[in-house]
């Protein structure tokens, strides 16, 4: 007999989280601003008191997490006083874990990038890659003349499946013996910083609300175009994670019912039919690359997608034809998102963005226009990310800048 799960019981809030999630709407506001807000126009935005504006301001400025930044005004009456992030006044480390290679940023308060580095991801046990990341983030700090005391913590952005509770990876293709690692817990006592650890795609939609801009700003799925194709998901500006931290995976998703079988059972899903490594393998049999077989690694899958791209952008018919055919697909899939999630956006981006972005943003956006069952209703932009390469372990360092400083309903919460 199947078990009858019960509703998880709501709880409540309490004055002290209140204020906390009011601290947060605060600098959210502030954040998103350009050029800065004044006490006036923060109380006009976020709904809240003068008093309530003046009394988290004032704590902002005394964690040295927002500045004074000069009067503006020319009308009649007392000159505002501006309000903007302070860069210095936080900053934390990103660590991207790919097959092929690690990436390490730190970022200060506003999202820029204070220092960063790669390193190949070393082959062999998960305790020596371990060891490499945290005594890369150890020489990072170091050369970066960041006070350490102001960094309040740890990102990785690493490929799915991951267990959000554990803090563990679970067999993520092409990362052989990552089977449950812990990395949060051997990463937080490798390094002393609190550790936060999240799939790649999830990590890069953080990216974008952080450092994207007007791209990163309501609700949107992140298409994170690597090794594997999966999406991020935000809506009204949180990002959705799911039950446990999984959301976005696609590759299921059925683009070609007479495509080529795929390990669930079916045929023609994004997993069998879109992603780089069969786009190579599809080259090759079409004689476009020379044969290389089926098996490639993460690196080497990358140099062969970008002689692919090489051969497209010199003119070849056969080469142009594969990637059109991987936009087309592609499309269908992000189709069936929009429409399931009612989003008003799809970014685009990744490490194999920057060679598909051609042939993708001539062909995507009409599809999915096509495609769109709230056509009528609304549009849905189709544009590419623009936080560059470096979108995974940006997107880690965000995750900790999110975690501590982004407007959650979380806050509100009573702890259980």
């Given at each position: 007999?199947?078990?009858?799960?019960?509703?998880?019981?709501?709880?409540?809030?309490?004055?002290?989280?209140?204020?906390?999630?009011?601290?947060?709407?605060?600098?959210?506001?502030?954040?998103?601003?350009?050029?800065?807000?004044?006490?006036?126009?923060?109380?006009?935005?976020?709904?809240?008191?003068?008093?309530?504006?003046?009394?988290?301001?004032?704590?902002?400025?005394?964690?040295?997490?927002?500045?004074?930044?000069?009067?503006?005004?020319?009308?009649?009456?007392?000159?505002?006083?501006?309000?903007?992030?302070?860069?210095?006044?936080?900053?934390?480390?990103?660590?991207?874990?790919?097959?092929?290679?690690?990436?390490?940023?730190?970022?200060?308060?506003?999202?820029?990038?204070?220092?960063?580095?790669?390193?190949?991801?070393?082959?062999?046990?998960?305790?020596?890659?371990?060891?490499?990341?945290?005594?890369?983030?150890?020489?990072?700090?170091?050369?970066?003349?960041?006070?350490?005391?102001?960094?309040?913590?740890?990102?990785?952005?690493?490929p799915g499946p991951i267990d959000l509770d554990e803090g563990s990876v679970v067999e993520p293709p092409l990362l052989t013996r990552w089977n449950r690692v812990r990395i949060r817990e051997a990463l937080t006592e490798a390094t002393g910083l609190e550790t936060l650890v999240d799939k790649d795609v999830?990590?890069?939609?953080?990216?974008?609300?952080?450092?994207?801009?007007?791209?990163?700003?309501?609700?949107?799925?992140?298409?994170?175009?690597?090794?594997?194709?999966?999406?991020?998901?935000?809506?009204?500006?949180?990002?959705?994670?799911?039950?446990?931290?999984?959301?976005?995976?696609?590759?299921?998703?059925?683009?070609?019912?007479?495509?080529?079988?795929?390990?669930?059972?079916?045929?023609?899903?994004?997993?069998?039919?879109?992603?780089?490594?069969?786009?190579?393998?599809?080259?090759?049999?079409?004689?476009?690359?020379?044969?290389?077989?089926?098996?490639?690694?993460?690196?080497?899958?990358?140099?062969?997608?970008?002689?692919?791209?090489?051969?497209?952008?010199?003119?070849?018919?056969?080469?142009?034809?594969?990637?059109?055919?991987?936009?087309?697909?592609?499309?269908?899939?992000?189709?069936?998102?929009?429409?399931?999630?009612?989003?008003?956006?799809?970014?685009?981006?990744?490490?194999?963005?920057?060679?598909?972005?051609?042939?993708?943003?001539?062909?995507?956006?009409?599809?999915?226009?096509?495609?769109?069952?709230?056509?009528?209703?609304?549009?849905?932009?189709?544009?590419?990310?623009?936080?560059?390469?470096?979108?995974?372990?940006?997107?880690?360092?965000?995750?900790?800048?999110?975690?501590?400083?982004?407007?959650?309903?979380?806050?509100?919460?009573?702890?259980?």
């Amino acid at each position: 007999m199947t078990e009858i799960r019960q509703p998880t019981p709501r709880r409540g809030t309490n004055l002290p989280r209140m204020g906390d999630f009011n601290l947060t709407v605060i600098l959210e506001a502030i954040r998103r601003s350009s050029g800065g807000l004044s006490r006036v126009e923060l109380a006009q935005f976020v709904g809240l008191s003068p008093q309530t504006i003046s009394n988290i301001s004032r704590r902002l400025l005394d964690q040295q997490l927002i500045v004074e930044a000069g009067k503006e005004g020319t009308g009649p009456g007392k000159p505002r006083t501006i309000l903007r992030l302070n860069p210095s006044g936080m900053y934390a480390v990103g660590v991207h874990l790919d097959p092929a290679v690690m990436t390490f940023v730190i970022l200060d308060l506003v999202g820029d990038v204070v220092l960063h580095s790669r390193m190949a991801t070393p082959s062999g046990d998960p305790a020596d890659v371990i060891t490499s990341i945290a005594d890369q983030i150890q020489v990072l700090i170091a050369d970066s003349g960041v006070d350490a005391s102001k960094i309040a913590g740890l990102g990785v952005a690493a490929p799915g499946p991951i267990d959000l509770d554990e803090g563990s990876v679970v067999e993520p293709p092409l990362l052989t013996r990552w089977n449950r690692v812990r990395i949060r817990e051997a990463l937080t006592e490798a390094t002393g910083l609190e550790t936060l650890v999240d799939k790649d795609v999830t990590s890069a939609a953080v990216a974008e609300t952080w450092v994207g801009g007007a791209s990163g700003a309501g609700s949107f799925v992140f298409m994170y175009m690597g090794t594997g194709i999966g999406c991020g998901i935000v809506l009204n500006d949180e990002v959705v994670r799911g039950t446990s931290g999984n959301a976005g995976e696609i590759g299921h998703i059925i683009v070609d019912p007479d495509g080529p079988p795929c390990d669930c059972g079916l045929r023609g899903c994004v997993k069998s039919s879109c992603i780089p490594q069969v786009l190579v393998a599809e080259a090759e049999a079409a004689g476009v690359l020379d044969g290389h077989g089926n098996d490639a690694d993460g690196p080497e899958v990358q140099e062969r997608y970008a002689m692919l791209c090489d051969k497209a952008d010199a003119g070849d018919p056969k080469a142009i034809a594969i990637l059109d055919k991987s936009a087309t697909l592609v499309a269908r899939a992000v189709s069936v998102v929009t429409n399931t999630l009612d989003v008003e956006r799809v970014v685009f981006g990744g490490p194999f963005w920057g060679r598909m972005s051609r042939y993708f943003l001539d062909r995507v956006p009409a599809q999915i226009a096509a495609n769109s069952a709230a056509g009528m209703i609304h549009g849905i932009d189709v544009v590419g990310s623009g936080v560059g390469e470096d979108v995974g372990a940006i997107g880690a360092a965000c995750l900790v800048l999110e975690h501590t400083l982004a407007p959650r309903a979380q806050r509100l919460l009573l702890e259980g």
